[in-house]
């Protein structure tokens, strides 16, 4: 019989604790490592509608991407919305697992999954962990051949399954050096500068910080947060079932995304 600790001890393998980011909170949200597992829902987020997808599918383990908790939790109050979501949490039996910078950090983490699915399988951190064992933050690649940003932006779009994005400086522009760092990224723009990167693909980019990408003569490919990282969950997925054969991983269908695009009505 498979546990939670025999899938939690394997993903703790691949991308280990100590790569996360000191303010982050990964591992084990709610529950209890010695429970057998039934099967297991992947998604971003934590939230009433995911959990009651584990709860219509039998899962009694979700793995999330985003931490359930980022601060301190003070009070369950059952008429709040943090109190609801923990208390279903816990009366319908389900163990929450969080892997989240350390995901994004470690080889073959979401950053190299994501470069996967464009056809790239070489690339260095942006940053390197202080280590020298998690990989790091981002990934910078050298193409093998200049292509440009529009075609770029179309690959993206379709192996991303990107519904909109974003983009900062000329589509026409032919590049050689690129960046990917998924979820917010916009902190990394001052080091690909320095790096000499021609395209930063991320997301939650603000007015200024691309004024200054634009300044500094670099490209930018702005994605949706919930949807560029979302990408790299089916790879989480193949990796798991790989390992655990006799257990069922679905993949989130809830769209825990809060920002949704305004369309003129009449």
Sequence with gaps: ?????DVVGF?????????EEQWDNSGLQIGSLDEVLTSAVIALDVDLPVVDEAISKGANLLISHHPL?????KRV????????????????GINVYSLHTNFDSASGGLNDILLEMMGISSSVPVVQHPDGECGGIGRV?????????????????INWEVSVLSYVGCLDRCVSKLAVCGGSGADLIERCISLGVELYITADVKYHEAMLARANGMNLLILNHFEMERASLGGLKELLTSEFAGVNFYLSAVYTNPIRLYKEVD
């Design 11 to 19: 993903l703790q393998q691949v991308y280990p604790p100590h790569c």
């Design 69 to 73: 908790f980022f601060r301190p939790l």
């Design 77 to 92: 109050d059952y008429s709040a919305y943090m109190g609801e979501l923990v208390r279903k949490i816990i009366l319908n």
């Design 141 to 157: 690649v050298v193409l093998p051949e200049p292509r440009r940003v529009k075609n770029i932006a179309v690959d993206v779009r």
């Design 1 to 5: 019989m498979t546990k939670v600790r």
